[in-house]
C-alpha cells in the first residue's frame, strides 16, 4: 500500500513543486514506484517533469469533478519507476465546483483509493491556499511534509496551516500525520537562515529534516528543462540534498529494498524508449 504524502504550505514560492517533484524522482530512482499527483492549477509539476498541458490532456480536473478514473489520467515520465497525475488550469474552477457536491472534502481521497496498490509513494503537489482543493489534499494523506522557506518570515503562515491540519486530523482525517518540516533556499552565509533554522529546531524537536535545501540555481533552471535535479544536473548541490531527503524518508519505510541513489542508479532508472519506431521510419 502507497505512502502518501502531500506537500504543503499556503505562502506562496517556498519551494513546494520544486520538492514534490525532486522527492519523487529520488525516491522513484531507487526503483519505489511513485505516483506525483498535481494538484496545483499553476500545473508546475508536471511541466518540471517535462508534461504540459493543452487542450486534450486529461487531468486532474476530471478526476476530482467529473469522476474519471485517477489511473486514467496518469502518464509516464523519462524515470522508469515514476508517473504524473497531471494538474490542468481548471482545477482553479473546481474548488468552486466542488462546494456543493456530497463528500466533497475526500474526492480526492477516493479517487486515489484503486491507486494505493499501484504504487509504494504517492506525492501530492499543492497550491498556496488552505482551499478545498488542499483540504482534498490532506484528507486523502497520510502525512503531510512542509517546506519553510529559511527567512524572517517563513513562521508567519506556519500556525495558521498547522491549524487546519490538525482540524483535518480532527474532522476529516485521523491517520493525518506530519511527515516534517524541510527548510527550503538555505543560505549558509546568511545569519538570517541560521537563526531561522535554529529557531524552527527548537520549537520543533525531531520534526525537522536533518537535510536543509540550499538555495541553488540548478534547481531553479531544471524545471525549464522539463528534468528534475538528479538528472539535470546529478551532482549540484541542489540534487545531493534532495537525495539525502529521500533518503531519510525512505528509512522511515524500510520494505527490504536498499538501493542508494547513486548516479549510476539514477542513470539505470531511466526509461528506455521504444526505438522501434524511429529506426522504421
Ligand atoms: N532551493 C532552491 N534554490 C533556488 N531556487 C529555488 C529553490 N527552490 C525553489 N526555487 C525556485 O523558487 C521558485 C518557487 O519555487 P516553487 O515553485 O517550488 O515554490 P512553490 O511553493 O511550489 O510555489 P507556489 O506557491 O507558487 O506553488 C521557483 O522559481 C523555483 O525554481
Ligand atoms: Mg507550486
Known amino acids: ?93 473546481a474548488e468552486i465546483e466542488l462546494v456543493s457536491t456530497i463528500g466533497r472534502e475526500s474526492r480526492l481521497k477516493d479517487a486515489i483509493e484503486p491507486a494505493l496498490a499501484e504504487y509504494d509513494f504517492i506525492i501530492i503537489d499543492t497550491p498556496p491556499t488552505l482551499g478545498l482543493v488542499t483540504v482534498n489534499a490532506l484528507t486523502a494523506a497520510d502525512s503531510v511534509l512542509i517546506p519553510l522557506q529559511s527567512e524572517y518570515y517563513a513562521l508567519e503562515g506556519l500556525s495558521q496551516l498547522l491549524k487546519t491540519t490538525s482540524l483535518i486530523k480532527k474532522r476529516l482525517n485521523p491517520r493525518l500525520e506530519r511527515e516534517g518540516i524541510l527548510l527550503t533556499m538555505y543560505d549558509r552565509r546568511n545569519n538570517l537562515s541560521q537563526q531561522v533554522e535554529k529557531e524552527i529546531r527548537k520549537h520543533f524537536e525531531g520534526e525537522v529534516f536533518k537535510q536543509v535545501i540550499p538555495r541553488n540555481v540548478k534547481l531553479s533552471e531544471a524545471p525549464s528543462y522539463g528534468k528534475p535535479a538528479i538528472l539535470y544536473d546529478y551532482s549540484s548541490l541542489g540534487s545531493v540534498a534532495y537525495i539525502r531527503v529521500a533518503d531519510e524518508i525512505l528509512s522511515r519505510y524500510p520494505n527490504g529494498k536498499d538501493v542508494s541513489i547513486s548516479r549510476k542508479q539514477v542513470m539505470r532508472s531511466v526509461r528506455i524508449e521504444d526505438e522501434g519506431a524511429s529506426l522504421d521510419g
Open 1 to 93: 500500500m502507497a505512502r502518501v504524502i502531500a506537500i504543503s504550505n499556503q505562502k506562496g514560492g517556498v519551494g513546494k513543486t520544486t520538492t514534490a517533484i525532486n522527492i519523487a524522482s529520488c525516491i522513484a530512482a531507487s526503483e519505489r514506484r511513485v505516483l506525483l499527483i498535481d494538484m496545483d492549477p499553476q500545473a508546475n509539476a508536471g511541466s518540471g517533469l517535462g508534461i504540459y498541458q493543452n487542450s486534450e490532456l486529461k487531468s486532474m480536473y476530471h478526476v476530482l469533478v467529473d469522476d474519471l478514473p485517477l489511473l486514467d489520467v496518469v502518464q509516464g515520465t523519462e524515470l522508469t519507476f515514476l508517473d504524473v497525475a497531471p494538474s490542468s488550469q481548471d482545477l482553479s474552477g
